[in-house]
């Protein structure tokens, strides 16, 4: 069989009977050239999924209209946009990219007010701004704007979508991509779809995964993780109304949807390119682990899942292609990696990296780090890591259980004992987190908090104790300080800049209590600003150390984007023969070397001169104090807590 032709003549096929009279003369002929260029893939990857319905052809058909409404509402701006980045896709991987997740009522409190951030985003050089859901869900609790009941609808508290549009505009003036949540596992319980499901509406039933008695979901919950259990055991939830189960993975007014059914397929696209449409540079994409379930597996990470992420890019890729994708998977380092791809998801948070820099904090140790990043931090070079130390939810110690094995270490106990220690349940802990999703059966567990409460601030102001405030801002600093060189996007959780607390507040409100990853989701004022960025007549021992880690993360992020070592290098993970201690090489192809050294430990440590051998007897600098080598073969010396970033070139 000769695929390429075969395609073409259903490509042929398709179009004669779509109608494109909606779309210009000049969109049809760009639309037409877009689908012929992608169409065989297209084929491809649909009849993977769907290949083997009757009806397959007839959603195909149909997906060809949807695609061709998206390209036909993307504005003149936005295509011009796609042009460029034909010309330069990988503009990801460049050094000028600094990342920023913020939620818009705790920045804002609106869409409106985030116009006046922009200055401050600027201040600390931002590129990327990823708002966080901020789509129409039900009221009280949505799992933090997580449940969407309209993509196409801003939440009424926080605006409308001309404010979003018009945002999203300001942003890309001053320099700011806009990233968005693409929640497509599943609906909240008031979508539309959900609702018309609720009323009988059988092809809405289709849309998720309802089942009448209790056979296949205990069939399922014999090999499903659960993930909140929390607030609710399992994984199905009971539907009065319909007196069906519903599968819900996160919380019971989340519902999966179905993604055997290319009615969903095709139906999510169209929200996708709305999203696209509004003008964001990059969707997030939200639990993308899940979307397909299989009988006898744990339900995340099929082989399916990839195809149809890979289905859903190259969709994108002909309406609206400088739109990339970025994974959320935190899951096993093995199958995080899967999902980095060009065609698949060209961007992706690095769990493990995140998890092994907070199992560096508590141990001291960094082997675990420099063995897991050896085996996993490579990814292929046309795709870029988005390194964060944290985020809206909690940390889940998703490291490799060979790994550590390898290295002595049982991941169970220590699993255990990361949990005590960043819960401040282990004796001599500095840090104050918050247990999350304890698991009664298994005993397992995450643990949430903010930047500065996990890293010591928070117990060193309790105590007013100025060296503990110092060796906190230093832990701090080192956190941020390797996700600002190691490769890829930095991405900086608003409020970590600024060195705020855990927030408690949460505990009084109905709708959140339950659930502890409010802790570190915490409002930043414009007096929280104010006292880091302008001077202050209050000297107090908070304010001064809050001053030191905004400013100390400013300088470090200018320190990156001055120099293209930091952008489209390789990255080589170094064996220290220092316990405490973390290095590796960046090296690109001008000649030029970035060595960085870490010291995870608060006592000064030496680093053998034999580690700048990679420097290949040239000379460097420390970009952070200035100070030059000695000798290329003499120790490296550093004290607690101090990284180097010595540049040769
Ligand atoms: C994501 O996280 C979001 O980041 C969470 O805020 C949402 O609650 C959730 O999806 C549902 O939309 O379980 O604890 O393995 O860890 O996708 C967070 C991946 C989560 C999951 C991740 C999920």
Known sequence: MNYAADSQTCLTRLLSQSDLSGLTAQDKAAFTARLEQHFERLLSLYTQVYGHQYDCYYYLQQLVNVLAEGFKNR??????????SVDSPLWYRGEQEVGMACYVDLMGPTIEDLH?????????????????????????????????SDYRKVNPALGTMAQLKKLAKALDKAGIRMILDFVFNHTSDEHPWAKAALEGDKR?????????????PDQFEQTVREIFPQ???????????????????????????NYRNPDVFNAITAEMLFLANIGCAGLRLDALAFIWKEMGTDCENQPMAHTLIQTFNCCLQIVAPSVVFKSEAIVHPDEVVKYVRKDECQLSYNPLLMALLWNSMATRKTNLLTRSMQKSFAIPQDTTWVNYIRCHDDIGWTFDDAVAWDMGVNPHDHRYFLNQFFTGRFEGSFAQGVPFAENPTTGDCRVCGTLASLCGLEQALDEQDQAQVDV??????????VSFSIGGIPLLYSSDELGLLNDHSYLDDEAKKHDDRWVNRVAVTHDDIAHVTQGCDEDSLEITAKKQVFTTLQKLIFIRKSHRIFGDSRTQILDTGNQHCFAYLRSNSYNEKLLVVCNFSEHPQQISGQLLQVLEGQTANDLI????????TAPLTLAGYQQQWWLAE
């Open 75 to 84: 504005n003149k701006q936005l295509k011009q946009q796609d042009k460029k």
């Open 116 to 148: 006046d951030k922009i200055p401050y985003l600027k201040s600390l050089g931002v590129t990327y701004l990823h708002l966080m859901p901020l789509y129409a869900s039900p009221e009280g609790d949505s799992d933090g704007g997580y449940a969407v």
């Open 204 to 216: 809405h039933q289709n849309f998720y995964y309802l089942f009448d008695d209790r056979t296949l």
């Open 231 to 257: 607030v609710r055991r399992g994984s199905f939830t009971f539907n009065d109304t319909m007196q069906k189960w519903v599968w819900t993975t996160f919380n019971s007014f989340q519902w999966d949807l």
């Open 472 to 481: 906190a801002v230093a832990r701090m600093v080192l956190l941020y300080g």
């Open 625 to 632: 104090t200035s100070q030059s080598l000695d000798s290329t």
